[in-house]
């Protein structure tokens, strides 16, 4: 088992930043791949961007490219998700996963999810 408890969410206007951590525990030893996930009101859990657990290879929705950076740290089990440029319509509860040996796209990929942190981006 792997427990992800996320961390830094908040209220922000547009235009600014906000610094989302993703911390690992249980069963890391494994390798693994984890993402960003975020579900705004009355929409879809959807996919933001992942990153790999060997060589670091990152994926981003278009929406969020030039102004997201997804990254981790191996040795603390921390994933973080730096927001820049934020817009209203990145207001969503964003969630960190994680899959097992793997890589993927969609919520029914993913093994572990985190509770979620709200990020709420006023106009």
């Known amino acids: 088992q792997v427990q992800l408890v996320e961390s830094g969410g908040g209220l922000v206007q547009a235009g600014g930043s906000l610094r989302l951590s993703c911390a690992a525990s249980?069963?890391?030893?494994?390798?693994?791949?984890m993402a960003w996930f975020r579900q705004a009101p009355g929409k879809e859990r959807e996919f933001v961007c992942g990153?790999?657990?060997?060589?670091?290879?990152?994926v981003y929705k278009d929406s969020v490219k030039g102004r997201f950076t997804i990254s981790r740290d191996n040795v603390k089990n921390t994933m973080y998700l730096q927001m820049n440029s934020l817009k209203p319509e990145d207001t969503a509860v964003y969630y960190c996963?994680?899959?097992?040996?793997?890589?993927?796209?969609?919520?029914?990929?993913?093994?572990?999810w985190g509770q979620g942190t709200q990020v709420t981006v006023s106009s």
């Open positions: 996963a994680a899959i097992i040996g793997g890589f993927g796209y969609r919520v029914s990929d993913y093994d572990y």
């Open positions: 990153i790999k657990w060997s060589g670091g290879s990152t």
């Open positions: 249980g069963r890391t030893s494994n390798s693994y791949a």
